[in-house]
């Protein structure tokens, strides 16, 4: 709920804000199974607020709504690439491309407590891998309070 101060100016709650809950991204490269859909291995954290975050795969420890962002930079040839979310086991948003280096998404959803979510990559080129830095492949994850 705002509060009024002076009037015209309104403050608004800290909680009242989505909270950044996991930023997390590739220290080192990663090589992308030919063929088949790769789960990627966040192997680095620059937060985990509540401990929810482990080798790529974040597990809700509340129920509520969540909203991830992920961004991964390939090497290699990309011919054939995809991505998706997956939200305890099901596949949710699919990005398929044609030829990319780079790739990503966001995806809202409502999570219950215990559900996991994961970004995963799909190439039909053995030899490609994703890329290291926090710049170029990270994910990170807010929860609305």
């Not at 607020?49 to 290699?76: K, L, M, N, P, Q």
Request: glycine share 8%.
């Amino acid at each position: 709920m705002a509060r009024k101060l002076m009037g015209a100016i309104s403050i608004v709650p800290e909680t009242d804000y989505p909270k950044m809950v996991v930023q997390a991204y590739r220290n080192t490269t990663q090589a992308i199974s030919a063929d088949t859909f790769t789960t990627v291995t966040f192997d680095a954290e620059s937060s985990d607020a509540d401990g929810e975050h482990s080798a790529g795969v974040y597990t809700a420890g509340t129920a509520g709504w969540r909203h991830f962002d992920a961004f991964i930079t390939t090497t290699g040839s990309q011919t054939g690439t995809s991505s998706r979310w997956l939200v305890s086991g099901e596949s949710r948003d699919l990005h398929a491309t044609t030829q990319q280096l780079k790739t990503g998404g966001s995806l809202s959803v409502y999570l219950a407590a215990g559900a996991t979510v994961a970004f995963q990559i799909y190439t039909t080129n053995a030899g490609a891998t994703i890329s290291s830095g926090a710049s170029v492949s990270y994910m990170n994850v807010l929860r609305s309070t």
